[in-house]
């Protein structure tokens, strides 16, 4: 019904810049947040950056001033410029988005299957 898939990644050098999107697809009658969360081996995942319906936005902490999400609404897309790359960086980052589809009644979160960004020192 839904699918949910990010694309832009790939290996960078320390202080170069990437830009994921992420595209949302399917029967569906809206959608609240979109968000871009991160994972390395061994430890969970985190957020990275969320942005409302609205175009409120939220940040870590770690990429504040570096990185910048933004959406289309028209396009049921949301991209994340990501400047001044650091090799803590590294991680797959993954797409999240909360929708509802048509015939539905309630939101859902789903989730991309993630795209790898590699920093290099």
């Known amino acids: 019904q839904v699918q949910v898939v990010e694309s832009g990644g790939g290996l960078v050098q320390t202080g170069g810049s990437l830009r994921l999107s992420c595209a949302a697809s399917?029967?569906?009658?809206?959608?609240?947040?979109m968000g871009w969360y991160r994972q390395t081996p061994g430890k969970e995942r985190e957020m990275v950056a969320r942005?409302?319906?609205?175009?409120?936005?939220y940040y870590a902490d770690s990429v504040k001033g570096r990185f910048t999400i933004s959406r289309d609404n028209a396009k049921n897309t949301t991209y994340l410029q990501m400047n001044n790359l650091k090799p803590e960086d590294t991680a797959v980052y993954y797409c999240?988005?909360?929708?509802?589809?048509?015939?539905?009644?309630?939101?859902?979160?789903?989730w991309g299957q993630g795209t790898q960004v590699t920093v290099s020192s």
């Open positions: 942005i409302t319906l609205a175009g409120c936005t």
């Open positions: 999240n988005a909360d929708v509802r589809y048509i015939g539905g009644i309630y939101y859902s979160y789903y």
């Open positions: 399917g029967s569906i009658f809206g959608i609240n947040d």
